[in-house]
Structures are given as C-alpha cells and as structure tokens.
C-alpha cells in the first residue's frame, strides 16, 4: 500500500516552481501586451490617425473613340491594338470617290458663279456707258429744240418740225430714264461688295467647303497621341457616322479613382498628398499624388440599380465614394500604367482641414487641333478657285461709284 503514495510525496515539491513560472510568464505577457498597446497608441496618435489608405483603388484614363463623321467604306486600316499612335496620324480611311465628285460639282458651281458675278461688275460700266450716251442724245435733242425755238418766229421752221423736236427731246428723256434704271437695278446686285465677298458667291463658296470637309472626313485622323485599343473596323466594312472604330488611350494622362469608406472622408480635402502602389510593381515602387476631386455621388447611387429603401433592394452597408487622384508625370513615364490596374492609396490626412472638398477642384481642358487644318485647306481651296476666275483684280473688284446713282 505504500508504493502508491510515493510518486504522489515526490511531486509535490515541483509545483511551487511551476507557479512561479507561470506568474512570470503571465507577467511577461502582460508587459509585452501593454508595450504594444502603448505603441499603437502612440503610432496612432502621431501617425495613423493623419492617414487614410484603401486598396479599393483602380487607374482610370481618357478612352478617346475614333467614330467617322460620313457614310462611307473603309479601304485602309493603319492601326491596330497595342501599337502606338501619334495626334494626326490617318488611322482609317473612306472610300473617297463619292465626296470627290461632290466636290468638284461645287468647285465648278463655284467658279461659274464668280464669272457671273464678275459678268454683273463689269455690267455696272456697260450700263453707266449708256447712261452717258442717253444723256449725251438728251442733250443734242434739247439744244436742237432751242434752236428751233429761236428761229420759229422768223417762219424759217415749221410748227410741225418744231413738234418733231419737242417729241425727240421727251424720247431721249425716256432713254435717259430707263438707262437709268438699268444701271440702278445692276448696281443693287453689287454695292457695297466686291467678287470675293458677293453673297451668290459666298453661297457657292460654302458648299465647296461642306463638300470639302466631307471628302476630307475619309480620312480618320487620330485626335490625340496614345495607344490603340478596342479595335473594331475591317476592311471593306460600311459604316455610318456615330459607329465606333477603335479608341486611343493617351496613358500618358491616366489617374487614379480610390473609393474610400464615407467614415474615411470626414478630413479628406482637395489637395492633400497621397502615396500609392501599383500591384504590377509592388512595393519597390511609389507614385505620389495629390488628391484634386471628389465623386459627386457614391459608386451604388450612379449604378445601373440604385438603392432604394422604398422598393425593398436597400441594405444599410456603408458606402464608398471615389476620389479622383491625379499622378506625377514624371513618375508615370518612368513605370507606366494601364486603364483598370489595381492601386494601394494612402491619403495624408494633414492636421489643418480647413480646406474643401467642392467647389475646388481644378477644371481640366482637353482639346485636339488635328481638325481645324480641314477648315483652313477648305478656305484655302475656295481662295484660289476664286482668284482664277475672279480675272486681274483677283476678286477684289468693287462696284464703281457704288450706289451713287441709287
């Protein structure tokens, strides 16, 4: 029977030290526990709480649709997916034989009406010409009358010779008139212009631009500098003005949408500095940005089935808003980026908040001039139709005496 109580007297020395063990270790662990307690504190207290990361971040860019203006077939493709383009590079090109053919339709009608207009200018002096001649008979038929007169006493003329006179005097008077009138009526279609300027001429000049710019629009040029994507058109497809071809994504220009939570909002302010990554690099790699806008609705408000308490597809989740942050170029040329990459943000949360979230966001331009060249070789083309026709004053003629005789 006392073999069973010895292992029970052996063991009963070793508890006191396993206790003491164990308070040092749950001492330790307290200790350990309240140091880093005390360190979040503190790194909360001077750092955390002046930052607001997500990674619900995504780069967003410009996609610039190539779309014809004109019906037409295309005979030429000159880009394609992935390739890089340049602004004013033709991308696409229209069978151009029919706006040809318009075209020079009105580049004939053009010149035609400036030879009709010179025709009328030059009637102005043909008709003053006449005028002249009319009055210069007026005049010989009057003194011949008065002559007459003086000598009618004496019976050297007859009544009747006398009447012949008086009757040549009124018919020349008449001529005068309706020399007159011609004249008048001519230099109504010309006062107060010249060739260039005359409104049948302007007329003309204007359908030659519209079928110029038609001829000119088979040609799709590329509206900014980028990279080809989405390409869509074939060879030998029909297609209508509005159909999309393919877009150009300038990366060059892209940023960065961050949809933070609505409690990370509450000192968010335009301008305040943001440090992002990019997946596809990593963390050796850090793009700064500022913040430069706020969405004006949550991404579920703009979605195709907004919530809505009332229809009973409303769950109370907190909502997300997409603040838009824009890149330094510098760092985008180095380590470039692609629409729809997926992005870690963190927002600097400055201690002064005192600044907007509306009303200062700055407002961007985007433009192209790779058209306006159409309307200035348009001009250029009515310009020198008019100067071959308009003969040596080159369309600068003007009525002479406008509208004195009116």
Known sequence: MSTPQQPAANTQPAQPANNGKRKRMMTLLVIVILIAAIAYGLYYFLVSRFHENTDDAYVNGNVVQITPQVTGTVVAVNADDTQTVKAGDPLVVLDPADARVALEQAEA??????????????????????????????????????????????????????????????????????????????????????????????????????????????????????????????????????????AIVPLGGVWVDANFKEVQLKHMRIGQPVELMADVYGSSVVYHGKVVGFSAGTGSAFSLLPAQNATGNWIKVVQRLPVRIALDPKELEQHPLRIGLSMQANVSIIKDDNGGQLGEAPNTVYQTNVFAKYGDEADAEIARIIAENAGPNGGTQKSAQAGAAL
């Open 109 to 246: 009608n053009l010149a035609q009406t400036v030879r009709q207009v010179r025709g009328l200018f030059a009637d102005d002096n043909q008709y003053q010409a006449q005028v002249n001649q009319r009055q210069a008979d007026l005049s010989r038929a009057q003194d011949d009358l008065k002559r007459r007169l003086t000598v009618a006493q004496t019976g050297a003329v007859s009544q009747e010779e006398i009447s012949h006179a008086r009757d040549a005097v009124k018919s020349a008077q008449a001529a005068v008139d309706a020399a007159q009138q011609q004249l008048a009526s001519n230099r109504a279609l010309t006062a107060n212009t010249s060739i260039a300027n005359h409104p049948n001429v302007q007329s003309a000049a204007s359908k030659v631009r519209d079928a110029y710019l038609n001829n000119a629009r088979n040609n799709l040029p590329a509206p900014v500098t980028g990279y080809v994507a989405k390409r869509s058109v074939q060879v030998g497809q029909r297609v209508s003005p509005g159909t999309p071809l393919m």
